[in-house]
């Protein structure tokens, strides 16, 4: 395994790691999956369609999110937003978030 | 039929198992009309085969984007998977045993135990052994694979899941230590031994007892008491080792060595117990002789016998050699770990 594969592989699961928090993040507000990938993107976090709505599914699974189909522009698209337990979770998960950042800022500096 | 159409009806053919097919086929046909009229859009071309293309190549192979949906990539989980090794190794382990026993039992009642026959018996049997244990392998891995899927995980949590003492945590091994009760038993067994094959032969007869008739015959031939002076040597070094052993407390490179080399003359001279002339003196004409059975059932006991002790030196030998890989081999660690 070359220096870059290694390079590559930890990035990934570095942000596989913070997927969850950043669409949970994005989704206080109803978003379709394609909305969501540009959002995420435009905010600088590119996630691969294929890893996105497997993790949309599995989060409403859960009971994370919430889901309902509307037709726009004579397209079916599926919005998802949290869910009242989602909304209690978010909040929990982003000082579990801050506490890393602040304790992984403390290892780097 | 689009093309999206047909990427997404092979999405749907390729999807695992799991529940909202058709809905995950609906929203990913939503989510690949929005990527492509966005495209359009972007670059300022129409809507075409082409853009289709580009976008379908980048989007990924139908399989691969239905296996993303896989809840269970796994056909044994991780969860599960300790409780499928330790139930496999019980299983593959009673299966052979029995399997060999079996084996064993129809090679010795071959009459007589040579030729073909014998070779046959033995390809049968140990093909058999192994067809058994991937039979039960395959087996084990079905109920798993079924019960992975239809059983919640926390049925099945081993014992180190639940709540656990590390003062329960076993004794490692003293490679080297010798629990004192062995070389005290082995010293007294083969004082047995020596006593009763020097002194008291006339104790080794076999009672045969049927249909109200009884008769003891003996049962060692003179070919084995030509071998035991031999056998004698090997039994009085046997015991000054364990005597050895019971004075250091510990198994030092000498008395593994003496020990090797013991093994290694006990399995020269059980060799030629094994090719030479019998050491057993039941045959079929002194159990005809007893006056017990019938020359039919005599015969089938004699060969019987004598199939049966020849097996039992040979595995003798067998497991002698595998003492002496195994004391080689803490030898061999005994000797890199006072390297180290």
């Given amino acids: 395994m070359t220096n870059n594969e290694s390079l590559e592989n930890v990035v990934l699961e570095l942000r596989r790691g913070v997927i969850v928090l950043a669409a949970l993040s994005q989704l206080g507000t109803e978003q379709y999956g394609y909305s969501l990938l540009k959002k995420l993107s435009d905010l600088g976090l590119e996630v691969d369609q294929g890893t996105l709505y497997p993790l949309l599914r599995r989060l409403e699974a859960q009971g994370v999110l919430e889901s309902v189909w509307k037709l726009e522009e004579s397209r079916p698209r599926r919005y998802y937003v949290l869910s009242a337990e989602g909304k209690k979770l978010l909040p929990k998960l982003k000082k579990e978030w801050a506490g890393i950042v602040s304790v992984m800022d403390k290892m780097l500096a | ?340």
């Avoid at chain 2, 999405?11 to 939503?30: A, C, F, Q, T, Y």
């Avoid at chain 2, 003293?174 to 007294?188: F, S």
Wanted: proline letters at 6%; charged letters at 20%.
């Fill in chain 2, 1 to 340: 039929m689009k093309l999206i159409d047909r990427y997404v009806a092979e999405v749907g053919r390729n999807l695992p198992l799991v529940r909202g097919r058709k809905d995950i086929e609906k929203e990913l046909r939503s989510t690949l009309e929005d990527m492509l009229e966005d495209r359009a859009r972007k670059s300022g071309q129409p809507v075409d085969e082409t853009l289709e293309i580009d976008l379908l190549k980048e989007y990924g192979a139908p399989q691969t984007i239905a296996q993303t949906y896989n809840p269970q990539p796994y056909l044994i989980g991780p969860r599960m998977f300790p409780f499928f090794v330790f139930v496999l190794k019980i299983v593959i382990t009673v299966v052979t045993i029995v399997l060999l026993v079996l084996t064993g039992i129809e090679i010795a009642t071959l009459s007589p135990m040579a030729g073909p026959d014998f070779v046959k018996a033995v390809w049968d049997g140990l093909t058999g052994v192994v067809g058994a244990a991937i039979a039960a392998f395959g087996n084990i891995v079905l109920v798993f694979a079924i019960l992975e899927r239809f059983v919640p995980a926390s049925e099945f949590q081993m014992d180190e899941e639940k709540e656990w003492d590390p003062a329960s945590l076993k004794k490692e091994p003293e490679p080297d230590e010798v629990k004192i009760w062995e070389p005290i038993l082995a010293i007294v067994f083969t004082f047995i031994a020596i006593s009763i094959f020097n002194f008291n032969p006339q104790w080794l007869v076999i009672p045969i007892i049927a249909d109200d008739k009884a008769a003891f015959i003996p049962a060692l031939t003179e070919a084995f008491f030509r071998w035991l002076p031999w056998i004698n040597i090997g039994w009085v070094a046997e015991i000054v080792m364990n005597g050895m052993l019971i004075r250091t407390g510990r198994w030092t490179i000498s008395t593994r060595l003496v020990s090797i080399g013991i093994k290694v003359f006990q399995v020269v001279i059980l060799y030629f117990l094994f090719t030479g002339p019998s050491i057993l003196a039941v045959t079929p004409e002194s159990l005809q002789a007893s006056g017990v059975f019938d020359a039919d059932a005599a015969q089938t006991l004699g060969d019987l016998a004598q199939n049966g002790v020849r097996i039992l030196i040979g595995l003798g030998i067998f497991g002698t050699v595998i003492e002496i890989i195994k004391t080689l081999y803490k030898l061999v660690t005994q000797r890199s770990s006072i390297s180290v």
